[in-house]
């Protein structure tokens, strides 16, 4: 197909997804322009033209693909809005009870609230739907002439030379030929003086924007996959307040893993399960851990007992750290988020630092209003801004978190605690990760009682099948158009990797995506399928693929998950 004509538009700073970091910095670009504009008669500066500002959002609403987050550390939005209570946040309860349990088979060790670990301390934290909480950013901004266009989803990062100009955004109506249909319509390129992306996890134009300019960090991005679950239980089982984070040892593949639960409004509770991509094990299946963690907890069973499942999701986080933040700008672009890698994992947490990352960029922007000038010189600011913040000074206290827990589980352990004692530093300074899928060992590595499990078998009551449970997750995609996972060479997985790996992604996919199914007319041979339309765009696959020839691409506008009251 030849190159169509394309539509475009400029606006003077361009956000890409409406998640908490691009629209605190919107809403915040807005209040600092505003601030200036009334400080210059006494100042004695000129004004600032008010900014065109767009946020673009690939889902078909905004919220509908936000999974993660729900003990918010109220810090950054006090900071952002010191009235938010009173402007409407949508809060869920406040944390009065916040305790650590130690998991294991058969049993639990309920440790007392007062023994709680420091940084699982969320006394006074938020619970909320992260979806709920970007609806309402989101109006705040378009309160103050921000546009939001949903359903606009960011396909390719827009250069100039060594300078980023804005996006592109994919092309609609394209059939699984990659012919286009009766509906077909070119995406717009839209120009920008700035650009800041905030794409979450593992974006598509941020994998991008990090290659072309040479952006990562000092170490690689490591990364989890988080399984979620909203469960509507019994009312004498609800205890809003109560939030509980634990980890299951030993584990069901020798690595630390880590669960949270807390209670939402109307008798709903919060169920999550962290499982390090960082795997030795080819059979590492997060969805799997998630349920049989469930089905291995008495407390789970109990408090399972008779409730309604509601919801399902999964998402990646980065858990690289301080060492493993790419460079927060280039000519003409920022990060933001979890784009930045702006989550802390000792503490599980990472709004409150997507927030104040989106506000520091807002005040730099405001500097680059200023000058007209959006190069490095001047966007270097959000680094320097970054680094006397008291996000920077949390990063820099977890920073060999994830490095000690890929030197052994038990190092972790035993590191942690010396941690906090040494702001950070631990037993050793300065831990190397490594990128997440290397790790992986081929089955021939393993011991023989390693190289395979049992089949999983779901009990359809409190643990459910990857198919069943993508049912609660509202995605949704048109089967009729190219397949937005890429595989660079399907002829791997059927040879090289069935071989060396026992094609990982069967497993290690929460929303089984992909299948190695049989070759008609060729006895025990095997070729890939792809399940597109069961994405939830948790990202696991371009990230633990062993042999990195999976890339997770935008599908059209406005499909995916939806994660409404997630």
């Not at 049912?471 to 190219?482: L, V």
């Amino acid at each position: 197909m030849s190159e169509p004509e394309r539509e475009s538009m400029e606006v003077d700073v361009l956000f890409v997804g409406a998640g908490p970091a691009t629209l605190a910095s919107a809403y915040h670009l807005m209040e600092q322009v505003e601030a200036h504009n009334a400080a210059c008669a006494k100042t004695g500066e000129a004004p600032i033209e008010p900014p065109v500002i767009l946020v673009i959002e690939k889902a078909a609403g905004v919220g509908d693909h936000q999974l993660s987050g729900g003990v918010m550390n109220p810090r950054a939005i006090k900071e952002l809005m010191p009235d938010y209570k009173e402007q409407g946040f949508p809060i869920e309860a406040t944390c009065d009870r916040a305790y650590f349990w130690q998991f294991f088979r058969n049993f639990t060790v309920k440790l007392p609230a007062f023994a709680t670990p420091p940084f699982f301390q969320k006394k006074g934290y938020h619970v909320v739907s992260l979806s709920d909480v970007v609806k309402f950013l989101a109006a705040k901004c378009e309160e103050k002439g921000i546009e939001i266009y949903p359903g606009f989803a960011a396909a390719e990062v827009l250069v100039e030379g060594d300078r980023v100009v804005g996006v592109r955004t994919g092309d609609m109506g394209i059939d699984k030929e990659g012919k286009p249909k009766a509906n077909y319509q070119p995406g717009m390129d839209i120009i920008a003086g700035v650009t800041v992306f905030g794409e979450g996890v593992r974006g598509s134009c941020t994998k991008q924007l990090l290659d072309r300019f040479d952006m990562h960090g000092k170490n690689p991005q490591t990364y989890e996959t988080g399984i979620k679950e909203i469960w509507r239980v019994k009312p004498e089982k609800h205890q809003p307040g109560r939030v509980i984070h634990g980890s299951l040892f030993p584990d069901f593949l020798g690595q630390i893993n880590g669960m949270w639960l807390y209670d939402m409004a109307d008798n709903l509770v919060s169920y999550g399960f962290v499982t390090p991509l960082s795997s030795e094990d080819p059979n590492n299946d997060p969805h799997r851990a998630a349920q049989e963690f469930k089905a291995a907890s008495p407390f789970m069973r109990d408090l399972l007992d008779g409730a309604e499942l509601v919801r399902y999701g999964a998402k990646c986080i980065p858990t690289g750290g301080l060492y493993a933040m790419p460079k927060l700008y280039t000519n003409g672009a920022m990060l933001v988020g979890d784009s930045a890698g702006m989550l802390n994992i000792m503490k599980l947490a990472g709004i409150h630092m997507a927030i104040k990352s989106g506000m520091l960029a807002a005040e730099t922007i405001v500097d680059g209003l200023k000058a007209a000038d959006f190069s490095s010189k001047t966007l270097g600011g959000y680094a320097e801004r970054f680094r006397n913040s008291w996000a920077y000074e949390e990063h820099l206290e977890a920073r060999n978190f994830t490095g000690g827990n890929e030197i052994s589980p038990i190092f972790g352990m035993h590191n942690a605690p010396i941690m906090l004692l040494t702001k950070g530093r631990g037993l050793i300074d300065n831990l190397k990760t490594e990128p997440s899928h290397s790790l992986m060992k081929k089955l021939w590595e393993l011991p023989k009682e390693k190289r395979t499990r049992p089949p999983f078998e779901p009990d359809g009551v409190l643990t459910f099948s990857k198919e069943h449970l993508v049912g609660f997750s509202g995605t949704q995609h048109e089967a009729d158009q190219p397949p937005h996972l890429k595989v660079a060479d399907k002829n791997v997985c059927a040879t090289t990797c069935r071989q060396d790996y026992g094609n990982p992604c069967e497993k290690f996919c929460p929303a089984a995506v992909y299948e190695m199914v049989d070759v008609q007319g060729k006895p025990g041979e095997k070729e890939l399928f792809i399940h597109h339309e069961n994405c939830v765009h948790c990202k696991t696959c371009d990230i633990a693929d062993p042999y990195q020839i999976i890339t997770w691409t935008t599908p059209q506008g406005g499909e995916g998950p939806d994660y409404t009251k997630m």
